[in-house]
C-alpha cells in the first residue's frame, strides 16, 4: 500500500539553517561517501513521492549543486527565513502554487539534517495515514517522538493559526487533528545532526 500512497505525498525538507553549532555547512558533509542532503534524498526516492522540495537560501550556491544533484526540487525563496517554521510556510505557499494539493494528498516533514532513514519505518507511517488519511502520523521510541511527520495536506489551513511564540510542533499538540503515533524500535527516528560529536558518533554506528 505505501508505494501507491505515496504519490499523493509531497515531502517538504527544510534546509536554510546555517549550520552555527557544527562550524561547517554541514548538509554538505559526506557519510560514506554522500553528502548529508543527497543521502536523504536518496532514502525518500525510494518511494514514488508526489513531490520532494528543499528549501535553501538563495546564496547557498553548493548546497543548491547538492539538491540539483539529488534531483529534488530547489526552492529558492525571495528571502532568507530566519526558522524552520517560515521555511516550510514557504515551502508549503510553493506547493500550493504548483501542485495545487488536495485534501485527499499530505506532506511529510523531515529535517534535512535526518541521516537514517528506515524504509520499513517510512513504509508503516505513510500504511497508518493510508488508512486514516485525516490524521497526523508519526514515529515513536519508547513513548518519544521522532522524525518524520506525515500530515494530512488539511492541516496547512492551521499554520497561521500557530502562535508567533511556537514551532511546527504546535500541530500535533494543540489543532484539532488527532495524532497517530506508531511504536517503532529504531533509535534513528531521534536522531539528527547538530554538532561534530553528532556527526561522529552516526559516523561510528554506520561503520558497524
Excluded: Y
Excluded at 525518500?44 to 526540487?73: C, G, N, T, W, Y
Excluded at 528571502?79 to 524552520?84: F, L, Q, T, V
Excluded at 497526523?136 to 521522532?146: A, D, E, N, S, Y
Excluded at 503515533?181 to 554506528?205: G, H, K, N, Q, Y
Amino acid at each position: 500500500m505505501s508505494k501507491t500512497a505515496a504519490n499523493r505525498i509531497h515531502v517538504v525538507i527544510p534546509a536554510a539553517g546555517v549550520s552555527r553549532r557544527m562550524g561547517q555547512p554541514k548538509l554538505l558533509m559526506q557519510l560514506n561517501g554522500e553528502t548529508l542532503i543527497e543521502r536523504l534524498v536518496r532514502q525518500l526516492s525510494m518511494f514514488q513521492f508526489a513531490s520532494i522540495s528543499v528549501l535553501a537560501r538563495k546564496s547557498d550556491e553548493p548546497l543548491h549543486r547538492a539538491i540539483h544533484r539529488s534531483q529534488a526540487r530547489l526552492v529558492l525563496p525571495d528571502h532568507d527565513p530566519a526558522e524552520m517554521r517560515e521555511s516550510v510556510e514557504l515551502l508549503i505557499q510553493d506547493l500550493h502554487a504548483s501542485f495545487a494539493p488536495s485534501d485527499n494528498d499530505g506532506w511529510l516533514l523531515i529535517p534535512a539534517d535526518h541521516p537514517i532513514l528506515e524504509p520499513h519505518i517510512l513504509s508503516q507511517l505513510i500504511d497508518h495515514w493510508a488508512a486514516s488519511p485525516d490524521q497526523i502520523v508519526l514515529p515513536t521510541l519508547q513513548g518519544r517522538r521522532g522524525h518524520p511527520t506525515l500530515f494530512p495536506w488539511s492541516t496547512v489551513n492551521c499554520l497561521e493559526k500557530i502562535p508567533d511564540d511556537q514551532g511546527l510542533n504546535w500541530l500535533t499538540r494543540h489543532s484539532d487533528f488527532a495524532v497517530q503515533e506508531v511504536a517503532c524500535e529504531e533509535e534513528s527516528i531521534l536522531w539528527d545532526i547538530d554538532t561534530p560529536e553528532d556527526f561522529e558518533r552516526i559516523c561510528e554506528i554506520l561503520k558497524d
